[in-house]
């Protein structure tokens, strides 16, 4: 069973910076990975994603030249660097893995493991 841990949350002022990572115990060397967000209130969201090899990334609009998704998988860790914070990215953040391929559907959907999540909060 592959088990992800995020870490590297916590709270930072408007327009600052945080990088978190998802450790994992498995396999995802080869598994897409992304990252989610979900606001107090609202659905799930999806952040990021990249694929096996780190060649391809893709991101929601919403967070587009300002975070940056990137893996290690000789240490089987994803990043998320978060740059330009703002408050409406205050939320839990997820990290996921998914064992079909990048072309093989949608880099936002599909998903079969879940971290536990790790809060983020950007003060105005």
């Known amino acids: 069973q592959v088990q992800l841990v995020e870490s590297g949350g916590g709270l930072v002022q408007a327009g600052g910076s945080l990088r978190l990572s998802c450790a994992s115990n498995g396999r995802t060397f080869s598994y897409v990975m992304g990252w989610f967000r979900q606001a107090p209130g609202t659905e799930r969201e999806f952040v990021a994603a990249i694929s096996v090899s780190g060649s391809f990334t893709y991101y929601a609009d919403s967070v587009k030249g300002r975070f940056a998704i990137s893996r290690d998988n000789a240490k089987k860790t994803v990043y998320l660097q978060m740059n330009s914070l703002k408050p409406e990215d205050t939320a839990v953040y997820y990290c996921?893995?998914?064992?079909?391929?990048?072309?093989?559907?949608?880099?936002?959907?599909?998903?079969?493991?879940w971290g536990q999540g790790t809060q983020v909060t950007v003060s105005s």
């Open positions: 996921a893995a998914r064992r079909s391929g990048w072309s093989d559907g949608p880099p936002a959907r599909g998903y079969d493991y």
